[in-house]
C-alpha cells in the first residue's frame, strides 16, 4: 500500500519562504514521477511542479517558475518543494502525488491529475499580506 505523507505548511507572510516535504512509502524503490499540486478555495486543483526519478526532468507552472523549485532525495524516498517569494495567490492545499507506472512524461502529460495514481493528505500554506 503506497502511501505519501505531507509536512511543512504553515502560515507566512507575503515574501516569506516555506518547504513542503512528501515521504513515500509503500514501495522497494522511488516513484518513476512525483509531483506537487495545490488548490485553493473554490478552485479546482491545478498543477505546481514536476520531476522525474532521476531528477534530470522537471516541469514548473507559470505562475510558480523562478520562485518554487522542486528535488527529491530517492534514498528517503521523498520529493520536496521549496518555495520562495511567497505571495498570497499561493494560498492553497498543496498536494503530493506519485506514480509508479510510466517513466517518461511530457510536460502536458506531468501537469495532468490523471498520472498521478498516488496521492497525499494536503498540507495547507497560507500567506498573509
Known amino acids: 500500500q503506497v502511501r505519501l505523507v505531507e509536512s511543512g505548511g504553515g502560515l507566512v507572510q507575503a515574501g516569506g519562504s516555506l518547504r513542503l516535504s512528501c515521504a513515500a512509502s509503500?514501495?522497494?524503490?522511488?516513484?518513476?514521477?512525483m509531483g506537487w499540486f495545490r488548490q485553493a478555495p473554490g478552485k479546482k486543483r491545478d498543477f505546481v511542479a514536476f520531476m522525474s526519478q532521476s531528477g534530470g526532468t522537471t516541469y514548473y507552472a507559470n505562475s510558480v517558475k523562478g520562485r518554487f523549485t522542486i528535488s527529491r532525495d530517492n534514498a528517503r524516498n521523498t520529493v520536496y518543494l521549496q518555495m520562495n517569494s511567497l505571495k498570497p495567490e499561493d494560498t492553497a492545499v498543496y498536494y503530493c502525488?506519485?506514480?509508479?507506472?510510466?517513466?517518461?512524461?511530457?510536460?502536458?502529460?506531468?501537469?495532468?491529475?490523471?498520472?498521478?495514481?498516488?496521492w497525499g493528505q494536503g498540507t495547507q500554506v497560507t500567506v498573509s499580506s
Open positions: 502525488a506519485a506514480d509508479y507506472r510510466v517513466v517518461y512524461r511530457t510536460e502536458s502529460n506531468a501537469a495532468s491529475e490523471t498520472e498521478y495514481e498516488h
Open positions: 509503500g514501495r522497494t524503490y522511488s516513484p518513476y514521477a
